[in-house]
């Protein structure tokens, strides 16, 4: 690889003539690029072991900390909405690089941080990176990889984005434990635990800005920027040599019937969006209102309050996080096979019945100091309702919801339905991610019991509303709004 846009030869190999692997290539540059979901993921749930600490030391009220905690989220909102627009002004890759130093900044203000104010302003920052990785990894690993191959590299992105929150819960763990004190205490090195527990986001933060300085430019970017001959170099890396001429004419004529996003494009007769940017949107909301980040942003300080020690508390929040790795990869393995619907009618029961769960084991669980606690029997059914939550969640309607959203839009209005969708999700979010620890401290039976109300409520919209788009092609999609799609 070499310098970002620069043209790339591999060693000894003259110009003009293609790689010995241009499947390895192509893989090889859409994994560097979904390192940015891996910071996504790493971003949004290192905070998780933090969120006791930070309590403690800042002297917080449960509505704070919720909007400490969910701060990132408003960023993102922004971050995902201009990291488009930039990355066609600019170049994806120096979107990736802006992307790398944004994180640094939020890793090390939020490490340094003192008092919740500047706390949140860090977290937006960070929100501000999640939010453009969101949108410019998968926009790069779409336009570098082979037609054949698209799928499967782009659920790269995903993947990553599990591997990140995993990542960053183990961080926590061990953090925690090799300090006198969990969390609370002092790190080996000096300084509070919390702290360092943001700071170790450096380091893919970092080697996320060395890989975007060594990977070659989107040769969709380069093509518009009117540099074909860069554009063939790096295509000749990832496809047989005698279809790149055709890819670049390709591309050419897809830019030329390109315009700017506009919102007016969504008009419908129905509260004034076209229904099936309704149901985009709404299966937007509904992937967040089932309450997911509550597991990831919060689920250390829930185990906690419901007896666990900080220590098996962090562990049960790995363990989550593993199942979340591995049913997303269930989920690769079964989109293409039983469609989209059929995932998100199983996966909106399953966590149905997972969270109805919690919320009966958290409602009746007895009261000891002001916190529920569960006993011998319910401890262990609320672990494993958890868990099956988690693995509901991951093999339907996590990655399902995000592959939908990038087909179920007819190519005129896909690029401004999904900014809105998108937006949408990051503004649901924020709602539940701020709202749980003021329910919960009413009651943990109440927020699951909400949660349960609207996975029951997902059912009823997919089977009402929600078309079916496995095996259709991008440009058919304007039928999906008629009732024969849904079947």
């Not at 919720?66 to 979107?95: K, M, Y």
């Not at 040599?241 to 494009?265: F, H, M, N, Q, T």
């Not at 509260?271 to 509550?294: D, K």
């Amino acid at each position: 690889m070499t310098a970002a846009g620069g043209t790339p030869h591999p060693q000894g190999e003259p110009a003009g003539r293609g790689p010995a692997n241009p499947t390895a290539i192509a893989a090889l540059l859409a994994t560097a690029a979904a390192v940015g979901g891996f910071l996504f993921g790493f971003d949004s749930s290192v905070i998780n072991g933090a969120v006791d600490a930070i309590e403690g030391d800042f002297g917080l009220s449960a509505f704070v900390v919720g909007f400490v905690v969910s701060s990132a989220l408003l960023g993102c909102a922004a971050g995902a909405w201009f990291a488009g627009p930039l990355g066609d002004r600019i170049g994806r890759v120096r979107v990736m690089l802006i992307t790398s130093a944004l994180f640094l900044i939020s890793a090390i203000g939020s490490a340094l941080s003192f008092g919740a104010a500047d706390l949140i302003v860090w977290r937006l920052v960070g929100g501000l990176a999640i939010g453009a990785a969101s949108v410019i990894a998968p926009a790069y690993i779409a336009e570098i990889a082979p037609a054949r191959m698209r799928g499967r590299l782009g659920s790269l992105q995903q993947m990553a984005i599990v591997l990140g929150i995993f990542a960053a819960l183990v961080a926590d763990y061990l953090i925690a434990r090799v300090s006198d004190g969990g969390a609370s205490g002092e790190f080996p090195l000096g300084g509070t635990a919390w702290r360092w527990m943001f700071a170790s986001e450096l380091v893919p933060a970092v080697l996320y800005g060395v890989i975007a300085l060594v990977i070659p430019e989107s040769p969709r970017y380069l093509v518009k920027k009117r540099q074909p001959e860069r554009a063939r170099e790096v295509l000749r890396r990832v496809m047989d040599p005698s279809e790149v001429d055709a890819k670049v004419e390709e591309i050419s004529r897809s830019l030329a019937e390109d315009r700017p996003v506009r919102l007016g494009d969504l008009r419908g007769p129905r509260l004034g969006l076209l229904p099936i940017v309704w149901v985009g949107l709404l299966l937007s909301v509904f992937q967040q209102f089932v309450g997911i980040n509550v597991i990831f942003y919060y689920s250390t300080s829930l185990w906690q309050s419901v007896g666990f020690s900080e220590g098996d508390a962090m562990l049960t929040s790995v363990i989550n996080s593993l199942v979340n790795v591995a049913f997303t990869l269930v989920a690769i393995a079964l989109i293409d096979r039983i469609g989209r619907r059929p995932l998100l009618l199983g996966g909106a029961a399953g966590m149905a019945l997972s969270l109805g769960t919690l919320a009966v084991c958290f409602a009746t669980a007895p009261v000891v100091d002001g916190e529920p606690a569960l006993g011998d029997v319910a401890g262990p059914v609320a672990l494993v309702a958890a868990n099956t939550f988690v693995a509901s969640f991951a093999a339907t309607w996590g990655p399902v919801v995000w592959v939908m959203l990038g087909e179920m839009f007819n190519n005129f209005i896909r690029a401004s339905a999904l900014a809105v969708a998108a937006s949408a999700q990051w503004i649901a979010n924020f709602v539940i991610t701020t709202t749980f620890p003021a329910v919960s401290g009413v009651s943990l039976g109440l927020a699951y019991g909400m949660y349960t109300a609207f996975s029951v409520l997902a059912i009823i919209f997919v089977l009402r509303a929600v078309p079916e788009t496995k095996g259709r092609e991008l440009e058919d999609m304007d039928s999906l709004t008629s009732p024969r799609a849904r079947a």
